[in-house]
């Protein structure tokens, strides 16, 4: 198998637009993103909203041509270390793509950045169901906080 390649979104670009819309439609709709597919209009406004965030990024995995993994990541500050850290708010391998070992490679690529821009931790969140996703992170050295930490949420619009 070759190697991966990375790219960081370009939300001008029709390609990258499209490979977002695929990969986040296909983790909404997996068990563990247990969300509808967002639509063309959605799709379009996210990248918008996504462009003018100048803390977000996607990073996509490309294999063989194929777009087969993304990340959306957002640059937080901690107010105790006053140095900024990196969020993972999703993080996709494509279905097909499993077990390849490529959700490590991406987490791999995300941790080189984290440590060329001298990010000071990475943070993400899990469903307490999602083993697979566990694992990989008990791997790559994530732990869960101690003590343990809950991810509340309060909806104000739909």
Sequence with gaps: MAEPIFEFCDYTNPVHLEAMGFLLNHYMEDPMGDHPPLNSEELS?????????????????????????MSTC???????????YLYIH?????????????GRKL???????SLERDYCKITLE???????????YR?????????NMYFWTKVLKN
């Excluded at 999703?90 to 490529?102: A, C, K, P, Q, S």
Aim: aromatic share 10%; with cysteine; hydrophobic share 50%.
């Design 45 to 69: 406004l996210l990248a918008e909203k996504l462009a003018e965030l100048p803390h977000a990024f996607i990073l996509f995995m490309i294999l063989d041509g194929k777009f087969v993994g």
């Design 139 to 147: 791997k790559m050295g994530f732990t869960e906080c101690e003590p």
């Design 126 to 136: 899990v469903r307490e169901d999602n083993e697979a996703a566990m694992a990989l």
């Design 90 to 102: 999703d993080f996709i391998v494509h279905g097909n793509f499993r077990g390849l070992r490529l």
């Design 74 to 84: 957002f640059e937080l500050l901690s107010t105790f270390k006053i140095k900024p």
């Design 107 to 113: 987490m791999e690529k995300l941790v080189e950045i």
